[in-house]
């Protein structure tokens, strides 16, 4: 069984741009939950969707926003980047409410 | 409010000796408790979880957890630390809160010595 994919795996970007990151839950997981992870903050959660619903939401400003397909793929799009961005981004999956998550190996973004 | 502390930002043990990594959260409801291990780089990997039921976990890679409710602690616990266990040590308190939100602690750094 595939773990949790996530694409793609580094990304350089400019501030002011926007960036688009990718995650494949693991077949039949229908909630898919983001995370930021620096090392001043630690993990932060973004936000959890469960069938394209989005059902909860960290403390990140509007310009963090994600959508889930009919799939259950996910992706989490982030503007107008900042240089505190920059980060670990983790996506997990799991197939019932208040199970363990299952984390992919997660997209190193770098605002320059 | 949800949180999770974990006071020990880093330790330090001997490989062979036994590891006590500290963990209190603070939730309303009846918690969902869990430990990750996350290796440099990697994400992270479930070592073990606490639904209900027996407060003494058992984990993978021979950790093991125990749940004091009384004092809202989730220690995690290795009789006998090998090289390999060196990583970053993540609490977790989650629960039915009409979705799944998982709150993270700040996390410990072990570092084993040989």
């Known amino acids: 069984k595939a773990g949790v994919t996530q694409t793609p795996r580094y990304l350089i970007k400019t501030r002011g741009q926007q960036v688009t990151l990718s995650c494949s839950p693991i077949s039949g997981h229908r909630s898919v939950s983001w995370y930021q992870q620096t090392p001043g903050q630690g993990l932060q959660f973004l936000f959890e969707y469960f069938s394209e619903t989005q059902r909860n939401k960290g403390n990140f400003p509007g310009r963090f926003s994600g959508r889930q397909f009919s799939n259950s793929r996910s992706e989490m799009n982030v503007s107008t980047l900042e240089l505190g961005d920059s980060a670990l981004y983790l996506c997990?999956?799991?197939?019932?409410?208040?199970?363990?998550?299952?984390f992919g190996q997660g997209t190193r973004l770098t605002v320059v | 409010a949800q949180s999770v502390t974990q006071p020990d930002i880093h330790i330090t043990v001997s490989e062979g000796a036994s590891l006590e990594l500290r963990c209190n959260y603070s939730?309303?409801?009846?918690?969902?408790l869990f430990w990750y291990v996350q290796s440099p780089g990697q994400g992270l990997q479930l070592l073990l979880k606490?639904?209900?039921?027996?407060?003494l976990v058992q984990g993978i890679k021979g950790f093991e957890a125990e749940f004091k409710r009384s004092q809202s602690s989730f220690n995690l616990r290795k009789p006998s630390v090998h090289w390999s266990d060196a990583a970053e040590y993540f609490c977790a308190v989650g629960g039915n809160t009409g979705g799944f939100k998982t709150i993270f602690g700040a996390g410990t750094r072990l570092f084993v010595k040989a």
């Open positions: 606490y639904f209900s039921g027996d407060t």
């Open positions: 997990a999956s799991s197939s019932v409410v208040n199970t363990e998550a299952f």
């Open positions: 939730y309303g409801a009846t918690p969902y």
